[in-house]
């Protein structure tokens, strides 16, 4: 019987199992897919375009993420970052570069940022003005939660900075100097390529079965019962399964009702030739617009040219799928080819059409998200599960790379020794 059995082969879950490697201590990795990585993982298609899940960008705060990183081999590309809003969707003359609020010719006279806040809405409104929340702020929120702002709390837009500072809104003004362009790493080969690496490097081998769900836990035993009829004990779980399917295992459903999760279709486009000059040298484009059916599209090939190969390139559009409105993966794939025919990539190159619909995208910050979480940890650590990672978690703001990975090893840690886990419940310290 393995001491812990880890659910999930994602960030997280190998976080855990490099950890629980360096420990010597005797563990099971399993998860229901067909690739390592979660939801970082790298998807090469028949016509050998490499797909990211997502529009990922590595970012670090942790020593033990950037070992990771050096002892897996992997080499990295430094990408400058030149990110863009397409603000109507309408052609090139609509894109402006971000950050969107430093792009005005006049300050807006309605802020009021000690104003009390509800809601995301009420954020958005008081530190950024109407006129750029109905423009840019609101519809595109909408288009990425799924949600009304009035839904989604507001406590995650400090974190998302990449720094321990708080993301203080800055407003300024188009036409003063333009701020130095910063760089990113990103995988060669794909986000999938380093975690494939690092486990390959740096896990038990042997110590991952993929392909294998499990159906349910007998949580007065502490066994797993999997879909390949076997069982398996152990002493400590680690789950990055969907909480509330962790919730299901203990007999305790109540946060399936409140808890939600954006619905995405990661919709990819392969293309011969170069790029419209529109996109040529774009990092990833945001937009509000409702005619655009993607809210996030990402220049995949810009992050590592061996995405699409010599004289190709490929870009990754996510699109939300709205619940009693949903569009089809097929659809999707239309719509978003006509597009990107607006910025002038010609629909007779493509060569490549991908789509994979996430059916959980992004876990959604609503209100009271925390204290339904909270009651949810203490009722799944009763029973040695310990329920992390970008969906286990359900936090967004915890659940970068980086964020995600160290999760994992703080709750190997927690279990052994009730180390705290800073990393999950307050990001906002590192």
């Given at each position: 019987?393995?001491?812990?059995?880890?659910?999930?082969?994602?960030?997280?879950?190998?976080?855990?199992?490099?950890?629980?490697?360096?420990?010597?201590?005797?563990?099971?990795?399993?998860?229901?897919?067909?690739?390592?990585?979660?939801?970082?993982?790298?998807?090469?298609?028949?016509?050998?375009?490499?797909?990211?899940?997502?529009?990922?960008?590595?970012?670090?705060?942790?020593?033990?993420?950037?070992?990771?990183?050096?002892?897996?081999?992997?080499?990295?590309?430094?990408?400058?970052?030149?990110?863009?809003?397409?603000?109507?969707?309408?052609?090139?003359?609509?894109?402006?570069?971000?950050?969107?609020?430093?792009?005005?010719?006049?300050?807006?006279?309605?802020?009021?940022p000690e104003a009390p806040v509800a809601h995301l809405a009420d954020y958005y409104r008081n530190n950024f003005g109407?006129?750029?929340?109905?423009?840019?702020?609101?519809?595109?929120?909408?288009?990425?939660?799924?949600?009304?702002?009035?839904?989604?709390?507001?406590?995650?837009?400090?974190?998302?900075?990449?720094?321990?500072?708080?993301?203080?809104?800055?407003?300024?003004?188009?036409?003063?100097?333009?701020?130095?362009?910063?760089?990113?790493?990103?995988?060669?080969?794909?986000?999938?390529?380093?975690?494939?690496?690092?486990?390959?490097?740096?896990?038990?081998?042997?110590?991952?079965?993929?392909?294998?769900?499990?159906?349910?836990?007998?949580?007065?035993?502490?066994?797993?019962?999997?879909?390949?009829?076997?069982?398996?004990?152990?002493?400590?779980?680690?789950?990055?399964?969907?909480?509330?399917?962790?919730?299901?295992?203990?007999?305790?459903?109540?946060?399936?009702?409140?808890?939600?999760?954006?619905?995405?279709?990661?919709?990819?486009?392969?293309?011969?030739?170069?790029?419209?000059?529109?996109?040529?040298?774009?990092?990833?484009?945001?937009?509000?617009?409702?005619?655009?059916?993607?809210?996030?599209?990402?220049?995949?090939?810009?992050?590592?040219?061996?995405?699409?190969?010599?004289?190709?390139?490929?870009?990754?559009?996510?699109?939300?799928?709205?619940?009693?409105?949903?569009?089809?993966?097929?659809?999707?794939?239309?719509?978003?080819?006509?597009?990107?025919?607006?910025?002038?990539?010609?629909?007779?190159?493509?060569?490549?059409?991908?789509?994979?619909?996430?059916?959980?995208?992004?876990?959604?910050?609503?209100?009271?998200?925390?204290?339904?979480l909270r009651a949810a940890d203490e009722q799944l650590r009763a029973h040695g599960i310990y329920s992390r990672g970008?969906?286990?978690?359900?936090?967004?703001?915890?659940?970068?790379?980086?964020?995600?990975?160290?999760?994992?090893?703080?709750?190997?840690?927690?279990?052994?020794?009730?180390?705290?886990?800073?990393?999950?419940?307050?990001?906002?310290?590192?």
């Open positions: 019987m393995p001491t812990f059995l880890v659910v999930g082969a994602g960030t997280t879950g190998i976080g855990a199992a490099v950890r629980l490697t360096e420990l010597g201590i005797d563990h099971l990795v399993v998860d229901a897919g067909e690739r390592l990585g979660g939801m970082s993982a790298s998807v090469t298609d028949d016509a050998g375009f490499t797909w990211d899940l997502g529009g990922h960008v590595l970012h670090s705060h942790f020593a033990d993420f950037d070992r990771a990183v050096e002892a897996s081999g992997v080499a990295l590309n430094h990408v400058t970052r030149n990110g863009w809003v397409w603000l109507s969707g309408d052609g090139p003359q609509s894109l402006v570069p971000t950050p969107i609020q430093q792009q005005l010719s006049e300050l807006p006279q309605d802020l009021d109407r006129r750029l929340y109905d423009e840019f702020f609101e519809p595109y929120n909408r288009k990425m939660w799924t949600l009304p702002l009035e839904d989604v709390d507001h406590e995650w837009t400090s974190l998302r900075s990449g720094s321990a500072a708080r993301n203080v809104p800055v407003l300024g003004l188009a036409g003063g100097p333009p701020p130095p362009a910063s760089t990113f790493p990103y995988p060669v080969g794909g986000t999938g390529a380093l975690w494939q690496a690092v486990h390959d490097r740096l896990m038990t081998p042997g110590s991952v079965r993929l392909r294998t769900r499990v159906l349910g836990i007998d949580t007065a035993a502490r066994e797993a019962h999997l879909d390949d009829g076997s069982t398996v004990g152990f002493r400590f779980c680690i789950s990055t399964a969907p909480v509330t399917t962790a919730l299901n295992w203990i007999g305790w459903s109540e946060p399936a009702q409140t808890l939600r999760a954006s619905r995405v279709h990661a919709v990819g486009l392969g293309y011969d030739g170069e790029p419209p000059a529109a996109l040529a040298d774009k990092t990833w484009l945001y937009c509000p617009a409702e005619s655009v059916p993607w809210y996030r599209a990402t220049m995949l090939s810009n992050y590592d040219p061996a995405n699409a190969g010599p004289g190709r390139w490929n870009i990754l559009c996510e699109v939300p799928v709205f619940t009693g409105d949903p569009i089809s993966a097929p659809d999707a794939v239309e719509g978003v080819q006509r597009s990107l025919q607006l910025l002038g990539a010609d629909p007779a190159r493509v060569v490549s059409r991908f789509a994979d619909t996430l059916e959980f995208g992004y876990p959604v910050p609503t209100l009271g998200r925390d204290r339904l970008r969906f286990g978690g359900w936090r967004y703001e915890s659940s970068n790379q980086d964020y995600g990975y160290v999760q994992g090893r703080q709750a190997v840690d927690n279990a052994l020794t009730g180390a705290p886990e800073d990393v999950y419940w307050h990001p906002e310290r590192f």
